[in-house]
T-cell receptor, first 111, second 118 residues
Framework: DAKTTQPPSMDCAEGRAANLPCNHS???????VYWYRQIHSQGPQYIIH???NNETNEMASLIITEDRKSSTLILPHATLRDTAVYYC????????????FGEGTQLTVNP | NAGVTQTPKFQVLKTGQSMTLQCAQD?????MSWYRQDPGMGLRLIHY???????DQGEVPNGYNVSRSTTEDFPLRLLSAAPSQTSVYFC?????????????????FGEGSRLTVL
C-alpha cells in the first residue's frame, strides 16, 4: 500500500470548515483513499473513501486531485466533537483490511 | 448492534504471565485483525485472518499468537508477557471485498483493551 503524508496537527474554529490534507504521491491506479478518525483512544471510526471521484456523505467530503497524488478531507462545519486524530490511508483490493496507519493529523476544534 | 466486542477492557499482568484477549464480531465478517497502539503513535498490525482456519502475520507479530476456529471469534494470546507489550489493543473486522455497491470495505473496530505489563 502507498505511503501517506499528513501534517501532525491542525486547528480549526468551531463552525468553520476543517480541511485536512493528505499526500499520497506513490498511489497506484487500483488503490483507494480511506479516511478514519480516532477520538481520544477509542477505536478508529470510518469516515469516507474514494477512488478518483470526489465523494460526500453525511460526515464529510473527500476531494481527490486529478492526478490522485493528494486528497483533502473536508468537515464542512466542525464541532468540538470533531476533535480527533484523522488518518489518511491508501489500500488496494488485495490488501483486505490490512490497513497501514501513519501518525495522522491531530485536529483540534476550538470554541 | 454489538459489532466488535473486546474483553477485557483493562488488564494488568506481571512479566512472564500469559493471557488471552478476546474478540468477537456478529456481522459475519470474513476478515479480522489485531492492532496495537502505543502512546502518540498510529496503529500497527499484529496478526490478521481472512477466514476461519486462516491466519497470517502482520507488522509486529512477535510475542503473540492467534487462531480463528470460527468466523465470529479471533482471540489474541500473549504467551509470556513483557513490559514492551504494554499497549492498547484493538480488534477489527471487515468484509473482504472492497467497495462497490453498499459495501464500503470499512474496518469496524472494537473499543480497545488496555494492557499493562509490570
Amino acid at each position: 500500500d502507498a505511503k501517506t503524508t499528513q501534517p501532525p496537527s491542525m486547528d480549526c474554529a468551531e463552525g468553520r470548515a476543517a480541511n485536512l490534507p493528505c499526500n499520497h504521491s506513490t498511489i497506484s491506479g487500483n488503490e483507494y483513499v480511506y479516511w478514519y478518525r480516532q477520538i481520544h483512544s477509542q477505536g478508529p471510526q470510518y469516515i469516507i473513501h474514494g477512488l478518483k471521484n470526489n465523494e460526500t456523505n453525511e460526515m464529510a467530503s473527500l476531494i481527490i486531485t486529478e492526478d490522485r497524488k493528494s486528497s483533502t478531507l473536508i468537515l464542512p462545519h466542525a464541532t468540538l466533537r470533531d476533535t480527533a486524530v484523522y488518518y489518511c490511508i491508501v489500500r488496494d483490493r488485495t490488501s483486505g483490511s490490512r490497513l497501514t496507519f501513519g501518525e495522522g493529523t491531530q485536529l483540534t476544534v476550538n470554541p | 448492534n454489538a459489532g466488535v466486542t473486546q474483553t477485557p477492557k483493562f488488564q494488568v499482568l506481571k512479566t512472564g504471565q500469559s493471557m488471552t484477549l478476546q474478540c468477537a464480531q456478529d456481522m459475519n465478517h470474513e476478515y479480522m485483525s489485531w492492532y496495537r497502539q502505543d502512546p502518540g503513535m498510529g496503529l500497527r498490525l499484529i496478526h490478521y485472518s481472512v477466514g476461519a482456519g486462516i491466519t497470517d502475520q502482520g507488522e509486529v507479530p512477535n510475542g503473540y499468537n492467534v487462531s480463528r476456529s470460527t468466523t465470529e471469534d479471533f482471540p489474541l494470546r500473549l504467551l509470556s508477557a513483557a513490559p514492551s507489550q504494554t499497549s492498547v489493543y484493538f480488534c477489527a473486522s471487515s468484509n473482504l471485498r472492497l467497495a462497490g455497491g453498499p459495501n464500503t470495505g470499512e474496518l469496524f473496530f472494537g473499543e480497545g483493551s488496555r494492557l499493562t505489563v509490570l
